[in-house]
């Protein structure tokens, strides 16, 4: 059993309390039950997203009976993605495992994940639930997944669970913020970490309908706009404001010359026509495209000196592995490790 006594204990299970709680001393309980079962070094760090008081007092008596709980409460809701955050920083396991505070996966399947995690070799391996939902639940997971692949080019099947085991180099390489707790699994492969997917079964507590209202479909489709932008975009803007800027800007010049070929060959005036007034907004508003693309490179070029292209997943010196998949700025705190064939 974990005492809590260790500093840097092995695994660090994060627990993110937000809007959607379940039972959560039983939740926590039946961690804790689990992975004492393992005999795991571990602890439990239970983020509150914003002030709770009757989840504060539950996890409190949760607390007394083991030291290897931890409470985080945060000062106002900062949203999971904050909460994220504040137990990647507040924990200090070398391989973070994310929980929801409801049921989603069963706790017995945690013994399997860790055992697929350590022999796979990957950096992040991301729980996809084997679910048997409506057919309108299956729509919209389907049509989610499907647009997600379609704008990053990346295909998962279940980003929506928040059961995940990764390295803790993947949440230093990762800064989260806005709703992008539920696009971890492709931000990390966007840094060059290697994501897998393992099948487990969906805990039969699960009763989430999974019903949104129009806004929050509408804020889906923006979050997936923003990944898209953040995974293709960020450090070349002027490839993706230049292409619309020049396509628009074209438009605008074909039908300004087709305008002017009418008015000198075939005596069509331009003074009652208000297309004129289109075509050379058209011209105009791509070239202010173009020229914001322009600015996001002046921008990534001024700050380039901070900035990293890319990630290095281990350093060999004298045959000997010193460092996995980490920044350059992290070199102080590497470690010797045996090397391995992974």
Known sequence: MNTGMKSKPEYSVIVTVGTRVDDLREIVAELVGTLDAQSLDYEVVVVLDGPMQSCLEELREIRSGTGCVRIVELARRFGESGALAAGFS????????????????????????????????????????QRDGGSFDSFRRRAFHAMF????????????????????????????YGDQHRFLPALA????????????????????????????YLHRFLDILTVYFLVRFTKKPLRFFGTIGFLVA??????????????LFMDV???????????SLLVVL?????????????????????????AVRRVIENGVPVSRQCDASHNSDHETVPESDN
């Not at 074209?250 to 008015?263: D, E, P």
Request: aromatic fraction near 8%; include cysteine.
């Open 286 to 310: 791509g070239v202010q495209i173009f020229a914001l693309g322009l600015i996001g490179e002046l921008i990534i070029f001024t700050h380039a000196t901070h900035l990293k292209e890319y």
């Open 250 to 263: 074209a438009f605008g010049g074909l039908f300004t010359a087709i305008l002017v070929v009418q008015r």
């Open 269 to 279: 005036a331009l003074a009652s026509r208000p297309a004129l007034v289109l075509a």
């Open 189 to 216: 492969k966007t840094r060059g970490f290697r994501v897998r997917e393992i099948d487990v079964a969906q805990s039969p507590a699960d009763r989430f309908e999974g019903r949104y209202r129009l806004r929050e």
């Open 90 to 129: 507040e924990s200090s396991g070398e391989t973070i495992v994310t929980w929801p505070a409801y049921r989603q996966v069963e706790t017995g399947e945690i013994p399997r994940l860790i055992e697929a995690f350590d022999s796979s070799g990957c950096d992040m391996q991301i729980a996809v639930r």
């Open 149 to 176: 692949r379609l704008t990053s080019g990346m295909r998962f099947r279940d980003l929506g669970c928040g059961v995940r085991i990764f390295d803790r180099e993947v949440a230093k390489e990762i800064s989260l």
